[in-house]
């Protein structure tokens, strides 16, 4: 198909798609997928779905996943999202992470988030970050979290807070 008929495909035809017909379309018919497309694609088609795949959907396409869409990304797919993505998460989205792919975040990608969108978190969450993350969380961040989430920090993630952090 050329990439202008994968954009023309309906959500019907998207989410009739099987993963082997997912992963033969190339990046760019990946990026050219509406978020409209990209919310019809299936939690196990998604989850097979290459890593360079995932990296060229659209921010607004990451946005568009919904919650079983957003807990069926494997550990490697997050963690190949890129930082554009990450910010474009939403307070939801993040909240519905599983912590295995909380913990697999990249620092600069938990740095990307939005303090509503950080807040969201449960303390399990949150306790599965390692310090490095925690160290790499913006002051605006470590100061919008709950006392609940701070409460919930082991001493190695508390050590880990700058000064500046904790003002």
Do not use: C, F, P, Y
Not at 76 to 99: I, K, P, Y
Not at 119 to 124: E, Y
Request: proline share 0%.
């Amino acid at each position: 198909l050329l990439t202008k008929q994968v954009a023309a495909l309906s959500t019907t035809q998207i989410n009739g798609l099987n993963s082997d017909d997912l992963n033969a379309l190339n990046t760019d018919q990946i990026k050219a997928l509406s978020s409209a497309q990209v919310a019809a694609i299936g939690t196990t088609q998604l989850s097979k779905m290459t890593t360079d795949d995932i990296e060229a959907l659209s921010t607004a396409a990451v946005r568009a996943l919904n919650s079983d869409q957003i807990k069926a990304l494997t550990t490697d797919q997050v963690v190949a999202l890129s930082t554009e993505q990450a910010r474009a998460m939403t307070t939801t989205q993040v909240a519905g992470l599983t912590t295995a792919q909380v913990a697999a975040m990249q620092s600069d990608d938990l740095n990307a988030l939005s303090t509503a969108a950080l807040r969201g978190l449960s303390t399990t969450q949150l306790a599965a970050l390692n310090s490095d993350q925690i160290a790499a969380l913006t002051t605006a961040q470590v100061a919008n979290l709950t006392t609940t989430q701070v409460n919930g920090l082991n001493s190695d993630d508390l050590n880990a807070l700058t000064t500046d952090q904790v003002k």
